[in-house]
């Protein structure tokens, strides 16, 4: 399997080299991060992109102006929204005869949620697709695969969603797409199930740690989230090279959650303050000063990061089912200290996030050569969305997230 896919990523290179029509670099550029393969060809597509955004660009599709768009955005490259006046009437508005193209509206509302603070254009061009997308969906005039896909949109958009999940999806949409290119779906079976068996030795490795860890510290009163916990740090850092970070960060999140039930729904206020002062001194001796529960608890984490160390120096809804002693969450923050209802309250926090994405958008184009940092941070902001949309808790209440971890590690891509 290992020796096919080297094979293949040659062929893939050399296609990239072949490829000098831009319409064809966009769309190969395009599949190849659909399928979830782009972490093996970044400085192939970087050489794509450069090209793309340096060269003369003359089409009326609204399917290629948009996806131009998108992809130079999500790359760091500066477009500016004037590229789709060309789309427009002389009121400034859309015209009505790009309503009838469904790929290039689905295009266009894709490329749309890469804006940034002051682009009220970007804003209109956003309801207005999302307006018609939704009106052909709820006609079912649209055929599959492109149905399915203006869903997911509606649902959520490109730019904010887990690439992985994507990929579990486009690998069973792209061989309907017309022009498709078989190398590329080979290529992208091969390299999920492989990866998908360094994922699962890993959840092995760090299923045995937590179990070592949990027997030991004898806090009957904290979840077991360790799957979850690697899921999370699996959404920020999925790639073959990232084997270190990625459990580092599972093994993080899951010391937290001893963290956060700790704090939340056990210990009383004094206890806390005395955990606080010991984790401030983060030192062995400080363990007098702790409940003796607590103890095993302080030892491990202690360990836990003095073997972080060597390692790197060597290479629901918004309440979760109230328990006792949990702290408010942001919802009901705002509720009280603004004496509103629920609705105005979540009205207000999912503002405050559209205006976040836009920042987190906005430092794409700024920070040039953070763009790779900046790209964690945006796996991070897509893994919330993944956890908590709808007014969910999928970390707390984890068979909201079965199906997906089923689909990431369980289920192989059928060969």
Same mark, same amino acid.
């Given at each position: ?16 080299g ?10 190969l $550029? ?30 009326? =599709? ?16 500066? $477009?500016?929204? *004037? ?7 002389? *009121? ?21 949620h ?22 052909? =969906? ?62 699962? &030795? ?56 001893v963290?956060? *039930?700790t ?6 206020i ?17 363990? =007098? ?17 003095? &073997?972080?160390?060597?390692q ?30 629920? &609705? $105005? ?7 405050? $996030?559209?205006?976040?994405w836009?920042?987190?958008?906005q ?25 908590? *949309? ?21 289920r192989?891509?059928?060969?």
């Amino acid at each position: 399997m290992q020796e096919r896919a080297e094979k293949l990523r040659g062929q893939i290179r050399t296609l990239f080299g072949t490829c000098h029509d831009m319409s064809a670099r966009m769309n190969l $550029v395009d599949s190849v991060q659909h399928l979830g393969i782009d972490h093996l060809f970044q400085e192939e597509i970087e050489d794509a992109l450069t090209s793309i955004h340096g060269s003369e660009f003359r089409s009326s =599709s609204l399917y290629e102006v948009a996806l131009r768009f998108r992809l130079l955005r999500e790359h760091g490259f500066w $477009v500016s929204p *004037d590229a789709f006046n060309k789309f427009k009437g002389d *009121d400034g508005k859309f015209r009505n005869d790009i309503a009838n193209d469904p790929k290039g509206l689905l295009s266009l509302y894709n490329a749309a949620h890469l804006l940034i603070h002051g682009e009220p254009e970007l804003e209109e061009a956003i309801s207005f697709a999302r307006k018609h997308l939704e009106l052909m =969906s709820q006609d079912s005039v649209l055929n599959p695969p492109l149905a399915e896909q203006v869903k997911r949109a509606l649902s959520l958009p490109l730019p904010r969603t887990f690439k992985r999940v994507e990929t579990i999806c486009y690998m069973s949409e792209y061989e309907r797409e017309a022009g498709n290119i078989p190398i590329l779906l080979e290529l992208a079976k091969l390299d999920f199930n492989l990866l998908q068996h360094i994922h699962l &030795e890993e959840l092995k490795a760090i299923s045995e740690w937590w179990k070592d860890l949990y027997g030991y510290m004898e806090l009957r009163y904290i979840r077991d989230r360790t799957i979850e916990a690697y899921a999370w740090s699996y959404m920020m850092f999925y790639e073959e090279d990232f084997a270190f970070t990625r459990m580092f960060v599972a093994k993080i999140i899951a010391l937290d959650t001893v963290m956060d *039930d700790t704090y939340d729904a056990h210990a009383t206020i004094e206890e806390c303050r005395q955990l606080n002062t010991a984790i401030q001194r983060w030192d062995k001796s400080a363990i =007098s000063i702790l409940p003796e529960y607590l103890k095993k608890f302080y030892i491990k984490l202690l360990i836990n990061f003095e &073997e972080f160390e060597h390692q790197v120096s060597d290479n629901e809804k918004y309440k979760r089912g109230k328990n006792k002693g949990d702290v408010a969450s942001s919802v009901e923050c705002y509720m009280n200290e603004n004496r509103v209802t629920s &609705e $105005v309250a979540f009205a207000k926090i999912d503002s405050l $996030v559209e205006d976040e994405w836009r920042t987190t958008n906005q430092t794409r184009l700024e920070h040039g050569t953070l763009l790779p940092m900046v790209q964690r941070v945006v796996n991070f902001t897509v893994s919330m969305v993944l956890f908590y *949309d709808d007014r969910n808790d999928a970390y707390t209440f984890a068979a909201l997230l079965r199906e997906i971890i089923e689909s990431l590690f369980v289920r192989p891509a059928p060969i």
